[in-house]
């Protein structure tokens, strides 16, 4: 009855458009996020929503807010998915985003803004994408410096507020690519810290990567300000040393999770005391029920649905 994560719809899959050059310091989107507009408070969880551009909008996780004070029912919302690939010509990993991730970041004064100007934090996902390249086999410290910089510019350039890693569809080995090493990750999310360090670095916690944070007597644990369960429908602590007000044991995914199992994964993690709550799969129905449901343990209150 659990939906796993292999289940989900994958942007990986669909990587129609060609292959998505930053023209850094001359996009017209180029701004940093502005300064958000102070947020209905509001104690509890810190609340996460992964949105499948290829078939919703950003815009769906600011149309909830609590009947109680008027406070955002998500705090953080995520552009799921960016990707990995692969050049062979030039062995080397880039950045891709396919034509409705691109779509999202061109028009980021009316997808991305309106949701920071509401005090949600927009972050950016990446995926692998089948192609061999992964965060766990760059063969280099530079190479995965490099890699770093094209996401730290990604943020600066589309004024997004962090990034976050999924380590799933690499497919390691594929074009003739490494297998995962041990420096790979841990060299990747140093320079990224270096490079953004008060944005969001996120972890869903799956896949080689996951399991190689330590490497050199570096750990990258503490560099993370979130981790989360990456099974949809369970309830499972992320196996890193973080502390709890930076984990998600619970991951739901709305519309397809019983109402019933978010509520109660809500409670526990209120009750013993984790500080995130992951959800996935917003769309553009009135779900005010299903987020309802989470919201009212987590907050005390009703979801507002305003379209």
Do not use: C
Not at 49 to 66: D, F, H, I, P, R
């Amino acid at each position: 009855m659990f939906t796993l994560v292999l289940s989900r719809v994958r942007t990986a899959t669909l990587a129609l458009s060609a292959v998505a050059a930053l023209a850094f310091g001359t996009s017209a989107t180029a701004s940093a996020a502005p300064d958000a507009a102070p947020a209905a408070s509001k104690q509890g969880p810190t609340s996460v929503a992964y949105v499948e551009v290829n078939n919703n909008s950003m815009l769906n996780v600011g149309k909830y807010t609590l009947a109680n004070g008027g406070g955002n029912a998500f705090d953080v919302a995520v552009i799921f998915a960016a990707n990995i690939n692969y050049d062979t010509g030039s062995k080397a990993a880039y950045l891709y985003f396919n034509e409705n991730v691109q779509r999202v970041l061109d028009n980021a004064a009316t997808q991305i803004r309106p949701l920071q100007q509401k005090g949600i934090k927009v972050v950016l996902s990446v995926l692998g994408n089948h192609q061999g390249a992964g965060f766990a086999n760059f063969p280099s410290q530079q190479a995965a410096s490099a890699f770093a910089k094209q996401l730290s510019d990604t943020v600066a350039t589309y004024g997004l507020d962090g990034i976050d890693f999924d380590d799933e569809y690499a497919e390691y080995g594929n074009n003739g690519t490494g297998q995962p090493n041990d420096s790979s990750f841990v060299n990747l999310v140093t320079a990224l810290r270096t490079n953004m360090p008060d944005k969001i670095i996120s972890l869903y916690n799956i896949g080689p990567a996951a399991s190689r944070l330590s490497y050199g007597g570096v750990d990258v644990t503490s560099k993370f300000d979130y981790a989360w369960n990456p099974y949809y429908g369970t309830w499972q602590v992320p196996g890193m040393a973080l502390p709890k007000s930076k984990l998600s044991p619970a991951a739901v995914e709305i519309g397809r999770t019983s109402q019933s199992t978010v509520a109660d994964f809500a409670r526990r993690t209120v009750s013993e005391g984790y500080g995130v709550y992951l959800t996935y799969n917003l769309d553009g129905s009135d779900r005010s029920a299903d987020v309802s449901s989470f919201t009212r343990e987590l907050y005390g209150s009703d979801a507002v649905y305003t379209p």
